[in-house]
């Protein structure tokens, strides 16, 4: 079999895997789970002999025409290179992991036939979007995945916070998403081809028209996809859905794909130093903000949720200073960890029966509860931190370096000012990150109080996943030398100077956060006696505030006790902190800026509508009624009554016709 066959089969079997889901899934039950890991499993094993066969080649292209336009054609195209064929394995192994994961996390839910039907229609779009090599063809697998991120967002529809989450998510993504089109319109009219191949020929020949209009607009849309300001608001509310869903979506999709399509298209962007620029300028802003906000969330998802937002960040910020490698690199060195952390939250969740790192603060003796989630967490903390020898600190490192090289001058298309405003915000982004990692560990796993409730060993199916994910977070750093060759050849090693500003402001980091939670926990030592005292009704208030919004928790938990928690969070922000923990109040902004405006033009067009267009339709109704009442009053049915007015009628009839003969006579 042909390696475009095999990888035609990649998105194909999570796709028939799925379509089998809905249609048999009440009928046949028992196949609900086989189907849902299997056709996944299958595709993460073609994914890795695709890749194997490709072995860092040249790049393998088919193509055929899907249908005839009568000017630009859209083709059913691959284009597998050393880029789609590994983020390609990245997005099968994490999408099994997940499902397998899923058996057990959600194995009470009365709808997980259809959620995991949804995983697998999620996992084939990503695949599509990774290995097609025609932009309309990738248009399809972008858009199945905005509407399955808004049902599985959604699948807790029964809470507020799930409804509102997944059509704020559908919303933002879409409003990036019609600046794309149109760019993706404008970019086929100046190359005249949707094939990516031939789009980067024509870029290569100069034959692009508008480089910084179509740059920008397509840069809307990875903002909305990727999570990039100011379309980022979306993904930390994202976290109402299952947490394997936000595993998915943060690790291997949705999130990736934008990353991905600028990565493919990288060239394009290229043309333009302005478009690299304000792409270099979004990056900072998204990684240092969405750090501070990490710093000052209490739910553990939404720390994480924040974290996605800024390493995708550095992702954005190494293709703003051209280094495509560096930037792919990371999302494949941050899909394995950061799928182990969402993953590993999910059972801590399970365990402590809360979302609120206050409250598990409040707690003792978690880590010994569960000690595979506290050792795979550790590990994967400390590779989002970037502490070496972990994985992300070589994919880090790798951005700071390409950062480094275009600051000095070294670039040949990139501006150096974006070199020096991404290698700025990346050192310190690399400070709050191991902040607010150090907090997040401290905090789940070292807290004290009341003695964690035991519920045993979570199963298997879920603490396999996490040290089967922990492996690549460990040392998928080593492969930085071998993936330059699958890449773009340029060197992904660190360098020294990188090096030490990196790992320095790690370090400064975690040390300024465990002697911050040192000292918040020495005083609430001596203030825990005032805690006790805490009335009942406040006990019950504050851990009513601290259980999930979602029913992801199956286990019957204790009141955790009330009071203060220890968080050095509050002591590294300062006023700041209040500010933070709102995401900067960006969603207040939006609600001022836009989302009233439109209630207020929509409330202004039912107006019009009721009390304008309505009254004429009523009055042009109104007048008809009021002249067949008239003539019904005539129609008495005397016959008298009609003689009577027929002879008075033929009288006035013939007094017209005199004085009519008179006036004219008279003339």
Known sequence: MSTPTLAVLVPLLPFLGALARLLCGRAAPGF????????????AVLAVLVAFRHGGGKAIDAATELTPTG?????????????????????????????????????????????????????????????????????????????????????????EAARSASLKAFLVTKLGDVPFLIGLFALAADTGSFRITKILGSVAAGGLDHPTLIALLLLAGVAGKSAQFPLHTWLPDAMAGPTPVSALIHAATMVAAGV?????????????????????????????????????????????????????????????????SAA???LLSHGAFKA?????????????GTNSLAAMARTSGLAKRIPDA???????????????????????????VAAEHTATGHSEFAPSGAGWIVLVAGVLTALLTAAYATRLWLMAFRGRGAAAPDHGKEPVAMTGVLWLLAIPSVGFGLAAGPLADWFDGKELT???????????????????????????TARDAVTAAAAAAVPAAVVAAESAAETPEVAEVTHEHPAVPAGTAPDPGKALLGPLHRHAADGFHLDAVYDRLFVRPVRGAAGLVRFLDREVVETYVRGAGLGPRLLGGLVRRAQTGNVQSYLSALLAGAVVLAIATAVLANVNAGS
Not at 122 to 140: H, K, N
Not at 291 to 306: E, F, G, M
């Open 328 to 330: 792919v690199f990371h």
């Open 374 to 400: 506290f050792w795979t967490m550790t590990i994967a903390l400390l590779a989002l931190a970037a502490i070496p020898p972990f994985a992300g600190f070589f994919s880090k490192e790798a951005v700071l």
């Open 260 to 324: 991905y399509f600028i990565a493919r298209l990288l060239p394009v962007f290229a043309a333009s130093r302005a478009a690299l620029l304000v792409m270099a300028v979004m990056a900072a802003v998204t990684m240092v903000g969405s750090a501070l906000a990490a710093l000052a969330q209490d739910d553990i998802k939404r720390v994480l949720a924040y974290s996605t937002v800024g390493q995708l960040g550095y992702m954005t910020g190494a293709l703003a200073v051209g280094d495509r």
């Open 340 to 352: 182990l952390l969402f993953l590993g939250a999910g059972v801590i969740i399970h365990a402590a």
């Open 494 to 520: 660190p360098s020294v100077t990188t090096s030490v500003l990196g790992t320095g402001a790690a370090a400064i980091g975690a040390l300024l956060t465990y002697a911050l939670w040192q000292r918040a």
């Open 32 to 43: 609900v789970r086989p189907l849902a890991v299997l056709p996944t499993l299958a595709a």
């Open 71 to 159: 000017s630009v054609p859209i083709e059913l195209a691959l284009h597998l290179d050393g880029f789609a064929v590994l983020v390609a394995v990245l997005v099968a192994a994490v999408a099994t992991c997940v499902q397998l994961y899923s058996t057990a996390y959600l194995r009470e839910d009365p709808r997980y036939p259809s959620y995991a039907a949804l995983v697998s229609l999620f996992t084939s779009a990503m695949l599509l979007v990774v290995y097609s090599g025609d932009l309309m063809v990738l248009l399809v697998g972008w858009e199945v995945m905005g509407i399955c991120s808004y049902f599985l967002v959604g699948h807790y529809w029964e809470t």
